[in-house]
Every structure is written in structure tokens, then in C-alpha cells.
């Protein structure tokens, strides 16, 4: 299933409501796959987002073919509708020194 990839929609998206679609235990934590999500999974020599879903925090974000899954310190229900969170400041950050680096 293709993730709904909501930081090309609107680059300053803060909070996002999407469901768990799948939630994986890994040596890290557990990789968690949304139906949607503002959550950048890096690439292009910028870093991925961190932040919240449902207070669960987000370390990693990686794409995965068509799929963007998020490595998480805690697991989430299948079928749970989360409430997604980006540290802004971070994002933020990130996207002022990716443009500086173009410059």
C-alpha cells in the first residue's frame, strides 16, 4: 500500500492525523507503517524528521518503495488512529541548511 506522503502536499504540516497500518518489532524499536504521513523520510542530502505519534517517539523515517515507515521507540495498534507530530524546530532547521547548501 502506497503511504499518502503529506510533506509534498504542504512542507510546513506540524500535526497530522493518519492510521497504522502495520507495526514491525525490530533490534532498533518498531517499524511502523502509516496510511499517511508528514513525516520527511530524508533523501537528497537532507536528514529525516523526528517527532511524535501519539506521544510514541519517531527516530528514524525511511522510504521504502512507496511505503514510508518510521522506526519508533514503542509499537502501535494495526487499525489505531495516531496523532502525528513533527519537532518543527528540527524541520525547520533542516530546511534552511538543505536550501543554504544549494546556494
Known amino acids: 500500500m502506497e503511504t499518502k506522503k503529506l510533506y ?7 500535526e497530522f492525523t493518519a492510521t497504522v497500518v502495520a507495526c514491525t518489532a525490530c533490534d ?3 517499524w511502523v507503517e502509516l496510511d499517511a ?3 520527511f ?7 529525516c524528521d523526528t517527532g511524535t505519534l501519539d ?17 519508533c521507540d514503542a509499537p502501535l495498534t494495526p ?3 495516531v496523532q502525528g507530530s513533527i519537532h518543527w524546530e ?10 543554504g547548501e544549494h546556494i
Not at 509534498?8 to 506540524?14: I, N, P, S, T
Not at 523520510?41 to 536528514?47: E, H
Not at 506521544?55 to 511505503?67: A, T, Y
Request: aromatic share 8%; charged share 20%.
Open 37 to 39: 504521513t508528514a513525516f
Open 90 to 99: 528540527r524541520r525547520f532547521d533542516l530546511m534552511q541548511q538543505h536550501t
Open 41 to 47: 523520510p530524508g533523501g537528497g542530502g537532507q536528514a
Open 8 to 14: 509534498y502536499e504542504d512542507c510546513l504540516c506540524k
Open 55 to 71: 506521544g510514541v517517539q519517531v527516530l528514524d523515517v525511511q522510504e521504502r518503495g512507496e511505503q514510508v515507515v518510521h522506526l
Open 79 to 81: 487499525g489505531q488512529q
Open 28 to 30: 532498533k524499536g518498531y
